[in-house]
Every structure is written in C-alpha cells, then in structure tokens.
C-alpha cells in the first residue's frame, strides 16, 4: 500500500509539473510567454498587429473563447497575414488564457 500512494504521489507530482501541453518555457507557479508559431515575408511597408479574443482554461478542465487567427483578423482588419504568435499566461497551473497574434497588412 505505501509503496502505491508514493507511485500515485511521484505522478500527481510530474503531471502537475509538465502540464499537458508543451512550450518552450513553463513556470510552475507563473508563466507570461508569447511563442512563434509560423512567419512569412511581406513586400508591403505598412505592417500592422492584431489580437484575438481571448480563450481561458480553468483547471485544465473547462475551456472557452475563440483565440483563432481568423478572430485576430476580424479584429483587425489584416487581410494577408505574415506572421502568428501565440502568447499564453498561466498561474499556478490552474488559470491559463490565452491570445493569437498577428501581423500582416490590410
């Protein structure tokens, strides 16, 4: 039986260090990073940045919001599109939100 709870422990443990999705960087009691996720050139001068609406995750369980690139163009009004990002907050592994971000040109 002892030698069960410290199995049960050691994974409760690793679960809640590694999380259930992979970043290139994760706090265990915050974390505040915007990653790449893909980047293209763009001929034109004028480049501008959007945002999308947010998504929120509460205890890994319950998730909402629409943080698409198509969200970040509607609020931005970009037409081609030239780079995304994904910037993401987390506290205590228990509150996650998070935003896509673009740049492109109209």
Same mark, same amino acid.
């Given at each position: 039986?002892?030698?069960?709870?410290?199995i049960?422990?050691?994974?409760?443990?690793?679960?809640?260090?590694?999380?259930?999705?992979?970043?290139?960087?994760?706090?265990?009691i915050?974390?505040?990073?915007?990653?790449?996720?893909?980047?293209?050139?763009? =001929?034109?001068? %004028?480049?501008?940045?959007?945002?999308?609406?947010?998504? !929120?995750? *509460? &205890? #890994? $369980? +319950?998730a @909402? /919001?629409?943080?698409?690139?198509?969200?970040?163009?509607?609020? =931005?009004?970009? %037409?081609?599109?030239?780079?995304?990002?994904?910037?993401? !907050?987390? *506290? &205590? #592994? $228990? +509150?996650? @939100? /998070?935003?896509?971000?673009?740049?492109?040109?109209?």
């Amino acid at each position: 039986m002892n030698k069960l709870v410290k199995i049960a422990a050691f994974a409760a443990v690793a679960l809640t260090i590694t999380g259930c999705a992979v970043r290139p960087t994760a706090g265990i009691i915050y974390s505040g990073t915007q990653v790449p996720v893909t980047a293209t050139s763009s =001929s034109k001068a %004028t480049v501008i940045k959007g945002t999308s609406d947010e998504c !929120t995750s *509460i &205890l #890994g $369980l +319950i998730a @909402t /919001g629409n943080c698409g690139v198509e969200s970040a163009k509607a609020n =931005s009004g970009i %037409t081609t599109v030239t780079s995304v990002d994904y910037k993401v !907050t987390t *506290i &205590l #592994g $228990l +509150i996650s @939100t /998070g935003t896509t971000v673009i740049t492109g040109t109209k």
